[in-house]
């Protein structure tokens, strides 16, 4: 899915519970990726889907140079308090491509959410670059979009 078709879906169609967002081969006729449109898609998707009085409680944004998998799993996989959705976004999320996805992998925990998350948060994930071949693109594929 281009960036320009998920902004216009935002508010009004149900958002995957996953979304990737990574550069692609852009289809004829259709702009490449830009990290800006993402942005603005990031931006639209918090402002539609987070009260700004409960941003503490249901917004949280972290960076995966710094981050665990794990870490950030147990945060999606917490049910939200006196909202209907948490957004949870994962910046540098292509740090991620260099794990394996293999068993005992720390990346494990997260490409077994993806293919089954929950219902309760949006998980976003922005990488500036992605294999896909590795299995964090192929869960994304599977249980969410990659935009």
Not at 54 to 75: F, N, T
Not at 85 to 96: F, G, M, P, S
Not at 101 to 118: D, F, H, Q, R, T
Request: charged share 25%; aromatic share 6%; net charge neutral.
């Amino acid at each position: 899915m281009h960036a320009n078709e998920l902004l216009e879906q935002i508010g009004k169609k149900p958002l995957p519970p996953v979304l990737l967002f990574a550069p692609g081969t852009a289809a004829f006729g259709k702009e490449p990726w830009e990290p800006a449109l993402a942005e603005r898609a990031v931006e639209r998707i918090i402002a539609t889907h987070v009260d700004p009085g409960m941003r503490d409680m249901c917004l949280g944004v972290y960076h995966a140079d710094e981050s665990k998998p794990g870490e950030i799993v147990l945060e999606a996989q917490t049910l939200p308090f006196l909202v209907e959705r948490r957004v949870l976004i994962v910046r540098n999320a292509a740090r991620y491509n260099a794990m394996s996805g293999e068993k005992g992998s720390p990346l494990v925990p997260l490409i077994e959410y993806i293919e089954s998350p929950s219902d309760t948060t949006l998980l976003i994930l922005i990488a500036d670059s992605v294999d896909k071949r590795k299995k964090l693109y192929k869960a994304c594929l599977k249980g969410g979009a990659i935009v």
